[in-house]
């Protein structure tokens, strides 16, 4: 079984300050890893995946995300934020093994920018 | 650009009502998911698929079903709509080795 925890439910941020959005997994086999985004009445984007190479990984709209095996994390990242990256952000895994490759989500990281 | 549909992307329906939800992919990927999403909540899996002919409830019981004839096609469908079915349904589908692709989703409202 694979689980994702996001610790922060809501994380304000003033505009142009740097952000960091937490994610911790657990698993018993080796898994993909990726951060998404929602905007209201939406379906969910890729920003980022993991699947194998160097651990920091670049995504879209200048966020990137560093995957940490000895602490079973993967926190998402953006040195300055603008007004557009308030939305919802989940994180999620998917195990590497065959088979279905469920892909498990957090319970989601709501981020305000604040002007 | 991901290749998955969903119809329709509002439907608001009274109680008892049969409801069929559509999602399509033209990518080819073999497996398929539904999650069912509460405003500003998480996403909880409600369906999967590996393949044609197969299908598995997920990790939050619905009385939704589904069905998997043929590959692009995952419909999900409720045969007596409740209120407590409101909610938004995302479908998603993802190859070996690679994200999961999300449909734009339905807004369902029972009335």
């Known amino acids: 079984a694979q689980s994702v925890t996001q610790l922060d439910s809501q994380v304000p941020v003033f505009e142009e300050a740097p952000v960091e959005l937490r994610c911790n997994y657990s698993s018993s086999v080796s898994v993909y890893l990726f951060w998404y985004v929602q905007y209201p009445n939406q379906g969910l984007q890729l920003l980022l995946k993991y699947l194998s190479g160097s651990t920091l990984v670049k995504g879209i709209n200048g966020f990137e995300a560093e995957f940490n095996k000895s602490q079973t994390s993967f926190h998402l990242r953006k040195p300055s934020v603008h007004i557009s990256d308030t939305a919802e952000y989940f994180c999620?895994?998917?195990?590497?093994?065959?088979?279905?490759?469920?892909?498990?989500f957090g319970t989601g990281t709501k981020l305000q920018v604040i002007p | 650009e991901a290749d998955i549909y969903q119809t329709p992307r509002y439907l608001v329906i009274g109680t008892g009502k049969k409801i069929t939800l559509e999602c399509s992919q033209t990518m080819g990927h073999d497996k398929m998911y539904w999650y069912q999403q509460d405003p500003g909540m998480e996403l909880h899996l409600i369906h999967y698929s590996y393949g044609v002919n197969s299908t598995e409830k997920g990790d939050l019981s619905s009385e939704s079903t589904v069905s998997r004839i043929r590959t692009e096609h995952f419909p999900l469908t409720l045969e007596s709509a409740r209120p407590s079915h409101t909610s938004q349904y995302l479908c998603?589908?993802?190859?070996?080795?690679?994200?999961?692709?999300f449909g734009q989703g339905t807004r369902l409202t029972v009335v």
């Open positions: 999620a895994v998917s195990d590497r093994t065959g088979g279905y490759q469920k892909v498990t």
């Open positions: 998603a589908s993802k190859g070996m080795n690679t994200e999961a692709f």
